[in-house]
């Protein structure tokens, strides 16, 4: 099971794109729910939009060891307790949430980076703020927003997948569903990368050679570091890409990107 994460700024449509998600295909998506010490707002639901604790709550629970991962944000505490990790794995659906960059680095340390899917919602600045200012929030609040958003919006590069929120909701959602199906799909990549092995690209037969692999990079997202044998040019892609197969359907066939040269004996 895989578990999904939404992030953008504020105002992006994270929660609208995935509540419409959750209507349409809970049948392999489970919302994890996070917990948060800030108040519960009007429509809002214990147990369904977030589990809202108290301070006090939020000590017991750590000191009894249950909270999974936590970040403050605005002030407040959000978090993942151990008991919704295991609710959610008791589904066996894939889970779903929404979190900022620093929640998401801390489920790809803590679990398999290939398990923790990140997908930033874009949408365009102008509108977000345009959002923002017409809400019937403080305009202490308002400003606090918008350049949280400013920031949040640098996060883009940071995450595994970019949503583009800039037309319809159907639309944003059909990106969204062939992401996630994608993920879902895709067969789990297991490949040892040992520096020194050499490696032939499907397409241009060029070898390259392999000088680490990065397994703690910014976002947890694995790297390969390799080398042009002619050129000495240095190149980083991700473990999935360089590890990934390539349809060729001119061919009628699925290769490897890069293939194992073998040394002859």
């Known amino acids: 099971m895989k578990t999904f994460i939404l992030h953008g700024p504020t105002a992006s449509g994270k929660t609208m794109l995935m509540n419409y998600l959750l209507s349409e295909d809970s049948d392999y998506l489970e919302p994890l729910i996070s917990f948060t010490t800030r108040r519960k707002r009007l429509q809002e639901k214990h147990g369904h939009h977030y589990y809202f604790f108290t301070r006090q709550q939020y000590i017991d629970n750590c000191r009894a060891g249950k909270i999974y991962q936590e970040i403050h944000y605005l002030d407040e505490i959000y978090g993942v307790t151990t008991d919704e990790m295991e609710r959610v794995n008791n589904t066996k659906k894939n889970g779903l949430a929404i979190m900022n960059i620093e929640g998401i680095r801390i489920f790809k340390k803590k679990m398999k980076a290939q398990d923790v899917i990140s997908i930033f919602i874009y949408r365009d600045l102008k509108d977000i703020i345009s959002s923002i200012l017409n809400s019937d929030r403080k305009k202490e609040d308002q400003e606090r927003r918008i350049e949280l958003a400013k920031s949040e919006m640098l996060d883009i590069t940071s995450c595994d997948y970019v949503i583009y929120n800039i037309g319809t909701l159907a639309d944003s959602y059909t990106q969204l569903k062939k992401i996630i199906q994608k993920e ?74 890069f293939e194992l040269v073998k040394e002859d004996k």
């Open 184 to 257: 879902i799909n895709a067969r789990p990549i297991d490949r040892q990368i040992v520096p020194g092995e050499r490696y032939r690209h499907f397409k241009k037969g060029d070898v390259y050679e392999i000088i680490t692999t990065a397994l703690y990079t910014e976002n947890y997202c694995p790297l390969v570091i390799y080398k042009d044998i002619k050129t000495g040019i240095d190149y980083a892609r991700p473990y999935e890409m360089f590890c990934g197969k390539k349809e060729l359907k001119d061919e009628n066939r699925i290769v490897n990107r």
